[in-house]
């Protein structure tokens, strides 16, 4: 069995309708994990509905929904994030492939579908993460995002649960990264592509895509960045391009960004608490 999980927070409702409606034939049961710290409930009549009541950050949501996903009797759960689109063909292709590479290589943790990028009308290539074709249709790849992301009982039970102290940035990638540290591998589809709204606004500064990052998400990828500069399934590539990031993301609050005031003390706090260190 599959099942599907979604991760919500404030959701456009007809959205979510449309997600769920597109899930519904797709897997045997859908999840929704509401982090909405809201009395406006959501009502479902045929799903599994986690009503929080309050947003206990995307990691943990992840690990609600998994959990019970797989206490429920699935073998396999996907993750979706309230502003993907997959396609009909979505997890019966990932799930078919999954089965195919299993029979050669039976240590996949996740697989995911390529991403098309609605908010800069292109499909999302890493121009700096090395990807070690498998075949025509597969890549072994350091990282999906969690949107689309299928995965195994028995990867799940493995490598452990997302890191939830994480709260928000990172959480997919760093799972990813430790899954590879255990001997697993990560691949991405290319024969089947989910649109995705990833990450807020964006815009183009000297041709290069920015994004208008919510203050409050800035305080989480400053910290995070130093929270995992010390874990050594890190890639190096993303420490050292985080690090070089982060004098840019500041110019560009000061230069472009409205509520300055605001993203600089996000910022000023995610450095003091991330040069603190991880709690232990």
């Known amino acids: ?12 409702l007809a959205k979510l309708i449309n997600l769920v409606d597109s899930l519904r034939p797709q897997v045997q049961k859908v999840i929704i994990v509401d982090n909405t710290p809201s009395l406006n409930h959501l009502q479902f009549n045929d799903i ?48 078919h492939e999954l ?13 995911g579908p390529t991403i098309f990028c609605e908010l800069e009308n292109r499909i999302l290539e890493s121009s700096v993460d090395r990807v070690r074709p498998l075949t025509d249709a597969l890549s072994d790849v350091n990282q999906l995002i ?10 799940y039970e493995a490598v452990g649960g997302m890191d939830e102290e994480l709260f928000i940035d990172a959480v997919d990638h760093e799972w ?12 991405q589809s290319h024969s089947v592509e989910m649109k995705h709204l990833l990450g807020e606004k964006r815009f183009k ?12 998400r800035l305080y989480f990828q400053f910290r995070n960045v130093f929270w995992l500069l010390n874990k050594s399934y890190v890639p190096f590539y993303w420490k050292l391009r985080n690090i070089l990031a982060m004098p840019i993301k500041v110019i560009l609050v000061i230069c472009l960004h409205p509520d300055k005031l605001s993203r600089l003390r996000n910022i000023y706090l995610g450095l003091r608490d991330g040069l603190k260190g991880k709690p232990a």
């Open 205 to 216: 500064f000297f041709g290069i895509w920015t994004k208008l990052t919510a203050p409050e």
């Open 48 to 95: 599994e509905l986690l009503d929080l009541e309050t947003n206990i950050g995307i990691g943990a949501a992840q690990n609600l929904g998994l959990d019970l996903a797989f206490e429920l009797g699935a073998q396999e759960a996907i993750l979706f994030d309230q502003d993907s689109t997959p396609p009909s063909n979505l997890v019966n292709v990932l799930s």
């Open 176 to 187: 990813c990264w430790r899954a590879r540290s255990h001997g697993f591998m990560i691949v």
């Open 146 to 155: 969690s949107s689309g992301m299928l995965i195994p009982r028995g990867a």
């Open 99 to 111: 089965k195919g590479l299993n029979e050669i290589h039976p240590n996949v943790a996740a697989i």
């Open 1 to 12: 069995m599959i099942f599907a999980i979604i991760i919500t927070y404030n959701p456009n």
